[in-house]
């Protein structure tokens, strides 16, 4: 017998729960208690698990989001007609959403099935009754109506890719979105040194330039206490980068990296930039076995081209990766050239959607996510000789 559970906070998950044989970190209970903890206003977690005979055989993370306009598109100095678009996105993208994956990273972070006990059609048959079951439990609490149900995000080789008639069946439509950007660490790069002595000329020039640019900045990692006492300045420093962003579906927490930080541990890394003692910005890493997740960041606007603190917060990921003997290093799906320049490769990716209003097509559908999430056209580069 085959069956599922919906469970509301990690506190009621099953003891097996981190007993399946996954890796993830994100789909940990570590990271979720963390998330929970300082979760955006706008995002509601729901879990799944699915049974067999009783025993736990997959599990699945779906977030209820909360799409506002002035969430989705907080940069309002566009053109007039830039405006008007805006609008007419966020009349029609604006309410509920169901997101089946990790909303807070690019990745496939959202299921796990064991293959040995339940077949992949096993696994999404329940899922999907799931799904009705939410929609259906939404509109009686809260009598709101689910708009928007998302898979996200999935690389070319997924296995999900086998099972196109459950999407076929569901109205899902499959679209590709901007890539994956990821640092493969080379066995020949046993130090930083090793990986700035592969660079080719022009791009070790550049990283020179960088670091002198840098001179006079400090960058440390920052402790629990720390992090605490400063969850104000982190924060805005992070919604100076967010703010900027084209598309938006929520806006952390303000003691979102503290949270995490206590629930993770070691397992997450926070690192300062200080210029005369002040912190001018920060990055983070999240240590998911043998890949490094680049995590939010955020900076001082104003002293960020100065001082090329972006690009310098690139490169010590990078070593960050090579020194502590990670494979690969995720830098996620933004600023895809500047991440190419330090040797991220773009990795395609895509997401499976659907609008439940019968009235909107899945063309329009496909149009505005296209809008939102373009592929943009950008000129890779080859830093390596």
């Known amino acids: 017998m085959i069956d599922y559970k919906i469970y509301n906070t990690v506190n009621q998950l099953p003891k097996s729960w981190d007993a399946l044989p996954h890796h993830d970190i994100f789909l940990k209970t570590t990271f979720l208690k963390g998330l929970e903890l300082s979760s955006p206003y706008n995002i509601t977690p729901y879990y799944l ?43 029609i993208i604006k309410g509920n959403a169901l997101i089946i994956g990790s909303l807070m990273h690019t990745g496939q972070h959202g299921i796990y099935y064991n293959a040995q006990d339940i077949s992949q059609n096993e696994y999404l048959d329940q899922l999907e009754k799931a799904l009705r079951d939410l929609t259906i439990r939404i509109k009686s609490e ?25 999407f076929k069946k569901n109205n899902l439509y499959k679209v590709q979105v901007q890539p ?38 400090i960058w440390k990692e920052l402790n629990e206490d720390f992090i605490k006492a400063n969850s104000e300045t982190l924060f805005e420093l992070y919604e100076t980068v967010s703010d900027n962003a084209r598309v938006n579906s929520f806006k952390l927490h303000k003691s979102h990296f503290y949270n995490l930080k206590v629930s993770l541990g070691e397992k997450l890394r926070v690192f300062g930039f200080f210029l005369n ?27 960020q081209r100065k001082h090329q603190l972006y690009l310098n917060m690139l490169f010590n990921m990078a070593f960050f ?63 390596f000789r």
Not at 337 to 349: D, F, L, N, Q, V
């Open 49 to 91: 698990g699915v049974f067999k005979n009783e025993k736990l055989v997959g599990i699945a993370i779906i977030k209820r989001v909360e799409m506002y306009a002035d969430d989705i598109f907080r940069n309002n100095n566009s053109p007039i007609l830039k405006q008007i678009a805006k609008q007419l996105v966020s009349k």
């Open 142 to 166: 809260f009598n709101k109506k689910i708009r928007i149900i998302a898979f996200k995000d999935y690389f070319e080789n997924d296995a999900i890719h086998k099972s196109p008639e459950f």
């Open 180 to 217: 994956n950007m990821v640092l493969s660490i080379s066995d020949r790069w046993k130090s930083p040194d090793d990986y700035v002595a592969s660079l080719n000329k022009k791009y070790k020039k550049r990283f020179k330039t960088a670091r002198k640019k840098a001179s006079n900045i």
């Open 277 to 303: 003692d002040e912190l001018i910005g920060f990055y983070t890493l999240i240590l998911n076995n043998d890949v490094l997740e680049t995590y939010f960041l955020g900076y001082n606007k104003e002293l």
């Open 321 to 383: 990766g090579i020194e502590n003997g990670f494979k690969t290093i995720v830098y996620a799906r933004t600023a895809m050239e500047i991440k190419s320049s330090i040797g991220a490769k773009p990795k395609t990716m895509h997401v499976y959607l659907k609008h439940t209003n019968n009235f909107i097509a899945n063309t329009i559908l496909k149009c505005i996510v296209k809008y939102m999430n373009p592929i943009r056209k950008w000129e890779e580069r080859h830093p």
